[in-house]
């Protein structure tokens, strides 16, 4: 199985910041990265695909970036509902894995 | 608007069984790849099965194989996970989740239903 890390697990920023989450696979998945926004009591929501392709109705202070083994979410300027858990998943191979989730807080 | 509603979850003892839903509107589940996807109390996302655009593939995480069986009923376009044996790691919220190609790379999970709970204990 392919191993998905996220780094840090969270992070305390305040509103206007710019956030970054890395993700690293435990191997190659070329652009194979999704990554996901997850609010408390709340289904994931779909943000980037192939690593850096905003899903439609994402706002543009959103974006990803990375290929092989190492990707990035950045957030540009970090908004009051940005607050949440992010998550990143690899759909290179079965079973689908997730990495274990960025926690974003308010500082 | 495209929409999935789990429902099935509950409380069970260890070694029984549960059946989990997943009704959809707006969207087809004849039409679509599908996935189940679960969450433990605090913890992250872990996908456990999915079942392909012709409804024949299947697959499963090795920790619910043999135990655990997909399907969808065109019909009523929905979507099911038959859970046997049931342990008491397999508490979590349980997702279904609509499963899309992308372009460039892959797929992707776009919809996700609000999940239903399911708790084994004794």
Known sequence: DIQMTQSPSSLSASVGDRVTITCRASQSISGYLNWYQQKLGKAPRFLIYSASNLQSGVPSRFSGSGSGTDFTLTISSLQPEDFATYYCQQSYSYPRTFGQGTKVEIK | ?122
């Open chain 2, 1 to 122: 608007e495209e929409q999935l509603v789990e429902s099935g979850g509950g409380m069970v003892r260890p070694g029984g069984s549960l059946r989990l839903s997943c009704a959809a509107s707006g969207l087809s589940v004849e039409d679509s790849a599908m996935s189940w996807v679960r969450q433990a109390p605090g913890k992250g996302l872990e996908w456990i099965s999915g079942i392909n655009w012709n409804g024949v593939s299947t697959g499963y995480a090795d920790f619910v194989k043999g135990r655990f069986t997909i399907s969808r009923d065109i019909a009523k376009n929905s979507l099911y996970l038959q859970m046997n044996s049931l342990r008491a790691e397999d508490t979590a919220l349980y997702y279904c989740a609509r499963r899309i190609l992308t372009i460039y790379y892959g797929d992707a999970f776009d919809i996700w239903g609000q999940g239903t709970m399911v708790t084994v204990s004794s």
